[in-house]
């Protein structure tokens, strides 16, 4: 795992950004195709606001897999993940190859095997990611489940989770946000090739101490990247501050 810290949030954007198409146009070159996950929330409107904005790939050779979303949330919904990323990715590049949204309306049991069948034995070349107010990784709270082997799972959302969603203005109120969503796996995010972790912001400044300083521990769950070999963690000086020896 590398750490890399910027002067802030717009500079640690568009260097995830750059990353991550360096790394698609490698892929394609290598295979003909990308495959991508793409990660939602605050921490990534600089990250897709770069990847949109570059003419060089040819984005119908890619295939995006989205990460988490919430149950019972309707697409017209501003908290809808799936309304983010058609909004802020989707509808903003060339028409992709192809591109698989979680559907957290239908049911999750069902759901969650819909998706197993599309990404089974699919490489996972980049995985867009962040880390959480309470350190975890898509909707995996702590403690996280670090064994399973299914590629989407229901969780649980805990009560510092759903703070969170609420505290960045997607909610009315705390009780508005729901307590179970569809999440990637952590087994299933560490399965790709490359990850890049943009953490923005001082509200995360514990969470990133806790999950890079320590030992990795299902109650720090973004901590199991430290075992990634090819992660890159891409900090602000907000995010950064508690770190030790940054």
Same mark, same amino acid.
């Given at each position: 795992m590398k750490v890399e810290i910027f002067d802030d949030a717009a500079q640690l954007g568009k260097s995830a950004g750059q990353q991550a198409i360096e790394k698609i146009h490698q892929a394609i070159a290598l295979k003909g195709t990308a495959n991508i996950i793409l990660a939602t929330g605050t921490s990534q409107f600089p990250v897709l606001d770069a990847?949109? !904005?570059? +003419? +060089? /790939?040819? *984005?119908?050779?890619?295939?995006?897999?989205?990460?988490?979303?919430? /149950?019972?949330?309707? #697409? +017209?919904?501003k908290a809808s993940f799936r309304k983010y990323l058609m909004e802020r990715f989707i509808e903003k590049v060339?028409?992709? !190859?192809?591109?698989?949204? #979680?559907? =957290?309306?239908?049911?999750?049991?069902?759901?969650?095997k819909r998706l197993n069948k599309l990404i089974s034995d699919v490489p996972i070349d980049l995985a867009m990611v962040g880390i =959480?107010?309470?350190?975890?990784?898509?909707?995996?709270? $702590? $403690?996280?489940?670090?064994?399973?082997?299914? $590629?989407? #799972? /229901?969780?649980?959302?805990?009560?510092?989770?759903?703070?969170?969603? *609420?505290?960045? =203005? *997607?909610?009315?109120?705390?009780?508005d946000v729901p307590t179970k969503a569809i999440s990637m796996s952590i087994h299933q995010i560490m399965q790709s090739e490359m990850i890049i972790c943009s953490v923005p912001d001082e509200r995360k400044a514990i969470a990133v101490s806790n999950c890079l300083n320590g030992n990795i521990?299902?109650?720090? $769950?973004? +901590? #199991?990247?430290?075992?990634h070999p090819n992660c890159v963690v891409l900090l602000d000086q907000h995010s950064a501050s508690r770190l030790k020896n940054k």
């Open positions: 990847l949109t !904005k570059d +003419s +060089s /790939i040819d *984005w119908g050779k890619v295939t995006m897999f989205h990460l988490d979303e919430y /149950i019972g949330i309707p #697409i +017209s919904h060339s028409r992709l !190859k192809n591109y698989y949204l #979680i559907n =957290g309306e239908n049911n999750p049991v069902d759901e969650c =959480g107010e309470n350190g975890h990784l898509a909707f995996n709270d $702590p $403690p996280a489940d670090f064994e399973t082997t299914d $590629p989407y #799972i /229901i969780v649980e959302l805990d009560d510092a989770c759903r703070k969170q969603q *609420w505290g960045e =203005g *997607w909610f009315e109120t705390l009780e521990s299902n109650h720090y $769950p973004a +901590s #199991i990247l430290q075992n």
